[in-house]
Every structure is written in C-alpha cells, then in structure tokens.
C-alpha cells in the first residue's frame, strides 16, 4: 500500500500541468521560424500558380504587350505584396519580442502557437482580398476577415510580451523591463499591429465604399509607421526626462534658497 501511493504521488508530480513551467526557448524560435518560413513560402506559390497570364491571351487580348497583360492582375499583385510584407513585419516583431525574453515558459509558448495558428491564415487573408470583384459585399467581409486574422496573429504576440511582464526579472533582458532603454519601444512595435488592424476594421464597417483603400492604405503605412516608431519613442522619452529634470532642478533651488535663509526668515 504504502509503494502505491508512492507511484501514484510521483505520477501527479509527472504530469502536472503548471504554465510557469520552463520551456526551450530555442525550440520556440526554431517552430516559429518553420511556420513563418512555411506561409511565405505557401503565398508564394499561390502568385505564382493562379496569376501568370497564359501566352496565347498575351497575344490576341493584349497584342502580344506583357505589361499590359499584367496590369490585368495589378489587384492580385497588390494583395500579394501586402501579405507578404505583413508576414515579415510580424516574423520582425516576434524576433524582437524573443530577443529580449531570457527565458520562455508553457504559457508563452501556448501564446506563440495560438499566434502562429493566425499567421498560418494570411494566405487565406490574400486569396480572400484578390478573388472577389471591387466593391462588392463578399470583398468588404473579406476584407474584414483579413483584418480580424491579422488583429489576433499580433495581439497574441503582445499577449506574449504582457506574460513575460509578469516575471520580468527571470523571463525578460533588463532592457526590455518596466522602466528599462527599450522598453517603451517594445510596447509601441507590439500594439501597432493590433490597433491599426482594428481601426482598419472598424473604418471598413463605416465607410464601406472604401474598404478596398482603407486595407492596402494600412499594409503600405505599416511599414513606414515602423520605422519612424522608434523615433517618435526616442522624441517623446527625450521630452520626458528633460521635464522631469528641470522639475527636479525648480526642487533643489528652492531646497537651495530654503538652506540659505535664516530661521526667522524660514518662519516668516
């Protein structure tokens, strides 16, 4: 009796479940990078098979002009573009997220798996965006899903990143930490996605009749919003600090004059 319970205790102790728990942070890495490698790759094929134009069309439709021929799939194009480089901004985003986190647990991986199912959907994102016809009701939807894909692939991200918060001084580089150099920057790169994704949505929902515009306008912004991120962070952090110093300066003046006066001065 007594062995029994032994064995039983050491199986609960085996196969608990606790999501503070340590995970190989390499293997999280190397898993998303399979993933991130393997949509690329899937968008990829996807251009390629469905809008090549066929020779004889070049030449009777379009008199044998190749440009004009694929001005035709200048729509299909343009989603293409637009998924793609949605697909490396995340995939930049997540390699900055995991090159401050030291240590990666049960639950950010369970964040990353969840992330990484949505970012295995941008190629439905694109083939949903470039097979309906403008302005029609079906391609406002499919924009909207577009939207709502891209919005849960990078707020789980950011999921991740709030969770490593949680224990920063063990999952976290001091750097990325509540107070720390890169901090305010982190936050800003990680929420971008899911706000802009969202307000995209939403605008697409009120004015409906260019939903089309309001979508391609955010996946060209993006990129740009990325870089000038980390100066308009570096600007507003200069600014703080400078007020916070001449505050703290006005402190140890008046400390200074308070010093300098009498004690009947003081009390007067």
Partial sequence: GQRDEEEEHHSLETFTFYLSEPLSKERVEAFSDGVYAIVATLLILDICEDNVPDPREVEEKFHSSLLEALSEYGPN???????????????????????????ATRLMGLLNILSLAFIGGLPLAYQLTSEFAEKSHNEIEAIQVSCVITFFASIFQ??????????ERETLHPFARYGGKEHAFMFAKLALYPCVSLGAFFLTCLLSEFSTAIFHLMQIVIPFAFLALRIFVRISLTIVKTMMSLSRRKVVLLEEEEACLSPTETLS
């Fill in 77 to 103: 194009y343009l989603a293409y573009f637009g998924s793609f480089v949605t697909i490396g901004l995340l995939w930049f985003v997540h390699h900055s997220l995991f090159l401050y986190v030291t240590k």
């Fill in 158 to 167: 950011f999921a991740i990143w709030t969770t490593a918060l949680l224990n």
